[in-house]
């Protein structure tokens, strides 16, 4: 039943008329993403789109302050506004950065999954499976343009791009840190990293929750290109423009290709997989980790 429920929403959401989206900033012009006139912006204020037709491509800008934690609004709003990218044929690619000063992403959003309903649980994975399979096998050629730290869902949306640009900044630190928290990385988070970074690299980085600096990022393949932080953009651009000469088809063909044996193994299993993030996720002992990290987060800064 829950089940049920979190897919009509999600469907619900899916379907909805975009210019009636509750939050929809329709239509505004906005300054250019890559320069130049005719940019225009879309989106809801908490994932912003700017478009530059002329160049067909987009960038989706994450705008969830303080830390653009992956709530089920963000994930909703992100997955609506790339499939009316994939719809718009004017679109090749686009580019996944952040508005938040410092910080891409820190990930999923904990008070998502810490002391609400089952349902409410069912709906949220629902929503992070969504994302995930829309990013990972978006036909769009698809860029991290991470100008902040990025733990666990944060990274997951990056390795889930084609092409990562970390800006060169100590504090900008990316990896699958779950096990930190006393959480697991699900299997389809695991296939992704080691897609990227190959078995033995993945394996270190998960059991150890490790979050990498930028130069050791790019030595281990979780990024391909670190660049100073006031070049994230334009070096992001640069990367798109290359992919981009290749010709669609071609480039499309090859990374269905290559990704979706990984995407169809969570496709064919995803309510049972909804099932075990449930029974994983309503572990008192589970709660528990997730009660204490989400504490000491907020006495930080007391
Ligand atoms: C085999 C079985 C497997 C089955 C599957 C089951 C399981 C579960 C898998 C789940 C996978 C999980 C993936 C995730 O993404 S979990 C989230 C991981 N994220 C983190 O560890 C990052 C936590 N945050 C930080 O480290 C820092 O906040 C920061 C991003 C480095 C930014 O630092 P700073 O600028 O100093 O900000 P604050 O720490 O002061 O934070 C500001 C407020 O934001 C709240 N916050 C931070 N992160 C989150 C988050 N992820 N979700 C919700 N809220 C978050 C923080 O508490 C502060 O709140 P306050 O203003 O109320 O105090």
Redesign the pocket.
Known sequence: MALMVGARVLARNLLRPWSRLPDAVPGRTGPAAGGGDGVRCFGSPRVLVETDPAKGVAVIKLKNP??N??SLEVLTEFVISLEKLENDKTFRGVIVTSDCP??FS??????E?CGKSQAHYAEYWRAVQELWLRLYLSNLVVIAAING?S????C?ISLTCDYRVLADNPKYSIGL??T??G?????W?KDTLVNTVGHRTAERALQLGLLFPPAEALRVGIVDQVVPEDQVHSAALSVMARWLAIPDHARQLTKNLMRKPTADRLVKQRDADIQ??LQ??SRDS?QKSLRV??DK??Q??G
């Open positions: 303080p830390v934690s992956l410092g910080i820190a990930g999923l959003d904990l008070t999954m730290v733990p666990a869902g944060g997951l840190n779950e930190l928290l959480i697991v990385a699900p299997s988070f075990y993030f994983f996720i589970i990290y989400l987060l907020r930080k800064k």
